[in-house]
């Protein structure tokens, strides 16, 4: 089992940043897979970014590629979301997610545990 909790939403201008952090509870943490997905009002949960159970290996949307960074701290059990140069459109709320399989993956199906998700609103 993986309890997943995120933090560090919030609202934010154009062009600013944010970190979202995800805190996990479980000793299997450390050989998860974690994927960071969003989820716009009216529209389906998409993905953002995913990282292997290393840190070494990581994936991301074109929509946020170049701005946003995903971490992770195996020692602390946490998953990082660097989020930089914020649009309107990153709008949504974001989900943690940990994925006990090996390869990083982008469908939100293969997942096996979710966080509650945090509110990130950036104004125009």
């Known amino acids: 089992q993986v309890q997943l909790v995120e933090s560090g939403g919030g609202l934010v201008q154009a ?31 998409e993905f953002v970014a995913a990282i292997d159970w290393s840190g070494l290996f990581t994936k991301y949307a074109d929509s946020v590629k ?7 701290d195996n020692a602390k059990n946490t998953v990082f979301l660097q989020m930089n140069s914020l649009k309107p459109e990153d709008t949504a709320v974001y989900y943690c997610a940990a994925d006990l399989g090996v390869a990083i993956r982008v469908d939100s199906r293969e997942y096996d545990y979710w966080g509650q998700g945090t509110q990130v609103t950036v104004s125009s």
């Open 15 to 45: 062009g600013g940043s944010l970190r979202l952090s995800c805190a996990a509870s479980g000793r299997t943490f450390s050989n998860c897979a974690m994927g960071w997905f969003r989820q716009a009002p009216g529209k389906e949960r």
């Open 66 to 72: 170049g701005r946003f960074t995903i971490s992770r």
